[in-house]
């Protein structure tokens, strides 16, 4: 494997656990670190909420009534979440300077900010799950196919190993079409997973940790969440999740990955301190019901309203819904829940949207 130089700077779920050296003011400059317990990592900052075990899972899936409520019809669908579709590659490249993002479908998207082009968490397949017949199934295909993406692509960043974020095929696929030309960045502990794949080019990243990609002047960090990890049985939290913060000389991303939002501490206000203000942002709005399941590791509109504030974001999409039946909302609430929560905290309606999938966005 070729072996990747990562510029460290040493700053810096199931366990609530409190790092001694923090403080409760949240303008404290010291930064919540990622943190081991036997081997597996927990939460580092104060949280109000533990996850729910098994039992009381498989009792939500068995007794409680969904409420996605899915059309029938393909039309109807086609109707309420449209997808475009871009065959012509050259259609995605950003030919001025700025910030381009396309969102493919639940946290995966195409950004190409400048000269630099990347994805974040790409699945392409039609479920996500352990293989292809297993898992949640699309009811809205990927706007994006990987021979649909250019060819001069830099990068993929990878938030957590849950199936949803990190597949098994899209990997396979992008791999053999980029090979080392593509730099891949992930949490710690998933290095091993990628070398499984024969995947070169892997920096592992610790929270707060910053990399340097020389190739492009560009700057990548990897950002604390409030989230969990596992693909197998034994490895729950064996791995690291978190967002990145990634910027150049004049422009900054910041994609959340999956979270909760911490009450206590913002870890998010840490990070619009230390990386912001973004230019801008993909947060997460669906998948957060029910509430006493989901609260712990990912966050209601209501509350991804509080980190596209906290973060100093100028402009934010709304992700992570529209494409898998992952919880118990209406499959269209969280676009609407999000119009609401943006309204009472009185900001620019234009400030945090939704798109559709494989729309384009351009930011100058």
């Not at 979440?81 to 001025?96: Q, S």
């Not at 840490?270 to 712990?296: N, V």
């Not at 509080?306 to 992952?326: E, F, R």
Request: net charge neutral; aromatic share 12%.
């Amino acid at each position: 494997m070729m072996k990747v130089h990562v510029q460290i700077i040493v700053i810096g779920i199931f366990h609530a656990l409190v790092d001694p050296t923090l403080t409760t003011n949240e303008t404290s400059i010291e930064l919540i670190k990622s943190r081991m317990d036997d081997g597996r990592y927990v939460n580092s900052f104060n949280s109000q909420y533990g996850m729910p075990g098994w039992l009381a899972i498989l009792k939500w899936k068995i007794t409680m009534r969904s409420n996605v409520k899915l059309p029938d019809k393909a039309e109807e669908l086609d109707r309420l979440l449209p997808v475009i579709h871009h065959k012509n590659r050259e259609d995605l490249y950003l030919t001025t300077p700025g910030i381009r993002y396309i969102w493919i479908g639940h946290a995966s998207c195409f950004v190409q900010m400048n000269n630099f082009r990347f994805l974040v968490d790409p699945v392409f397949s039609e479920r996500c799950g352990m293989n292809s017949c297993v898992g949640p199934k699309r009811y809205r295909p990927a706007a994006l196919t990987v021979t649909d993406l250019p060819n001069d692509l830099d990068a993929v960043f990878i938030s957590h190993n849950h199936y949803d974020h990190l597949d098994y095929a899209s990997v396979k696929d992008l791999n053999n079409r980029y090979g080392a030309r593509l730099t891949w960045f992930c949490g710690k502990g998933n290095r091993e997973w990628f070398s499984s794949m024969n995947v070169a080019n892997v920096v592992e990243l610790d929270w707060w940790e910053e990399y340097h990609f020389s190739n492009k002047n560009v700057n990548i960090a990897f950002c604390p969440a409030q989230h969990w990890s596992r693909r197998g049985i034994f490895d729950t939290n064996k791995s690291l999740w978190g967002g990145f913060a990634i910027w150049d000389a004049t422009h900054k991303f910041y994609h959340a990955g999956d979270t909760g939002y911490t009450h206590n501490i913002s870890i998010f206000r840490q990070i619009g301190q230390k990386y912001g203000p973004f230019d801008l942002s993909a947060i997460p709005i669906g998948a957060y019901e029910p509430r006493w399941i989901m609260e712990g590791q990912h966050v209601s509109p209501d509350e991804a309203v509080l980190i596209h504030m906290d973060v100093q974001s100028n402009k934010s999409v709304g992700i992570h819904w529209g494409t898998w039946a992952m919880s118990n909302e209406y499959f269209m609430e969280p676009p609407k829940k999000l119009i609401q929560a943006v309204q009472r905290h009185e900001l620019d309606p234009t400030s945090f949207i939704v798109l559709k999938h494989g729309e384009i966005l351009d930011l100058p």
